[in-house]
């Protein structure tokens, strides 16, 4: 199992990136995805979550109306597209792929992360 973030960088305040998770190793249309982040001294948050089939997506507070997840299951792949960035948006940002298998039971896969950073 594999999920492989990319899309990181420095970028100036106001400004746009695309993150990208391309997964492999599982079945990745059976999955909701989700792009947590993690910035210095803070606890690990969830950003966006996408449903199995793309239908349902959520947001954090902070990020609503600047940030939309997708995800194109021909390609196992989940975006983040981060529009008006901010410097509080520094972090690093993780894929995460989730399913409840039972009642009882879950799955997580987790990417390496990828480093956000906003700042002129």
């Known amino acids: 199992v594999q999920l492989v973030e990319s899309g990181g960088g420095l970028v100036q305040p106001g400004g746009s990136l695309r993150l990208s998770c391309a997964a492999s190793g599982f079945t990745f249309s059976r999955y909701t995805m989700r792009w947590y982040r993690q910035a210095p001294g803070k606890e690990r948050e969830l950003v966006a979550a996408i449903s199995s089939a793309g239908g349902v997506t959520n947001y954090a507070d902070s990020v609503k109306g600047r940030f939309t997840i997708s995800r194109d299951n021909a390609k196992n792949t989940v975006f983040l597209q981060m529009n008006s960035l901010k410097p509080e948006d520094t972090a690093v940002y993780y894929c995460?792929?989730?399913?409840?298998?039972?009642?009882?039971?879950?799955?997580?896969?987790w990417g390496q992360g990828t480093q956000v950073t906003v700042s002129s």
């Open positions: 995460n792929a989730w399913v409840a298998v039972s009642a009882s039971y879950q799955v997580h896969y």
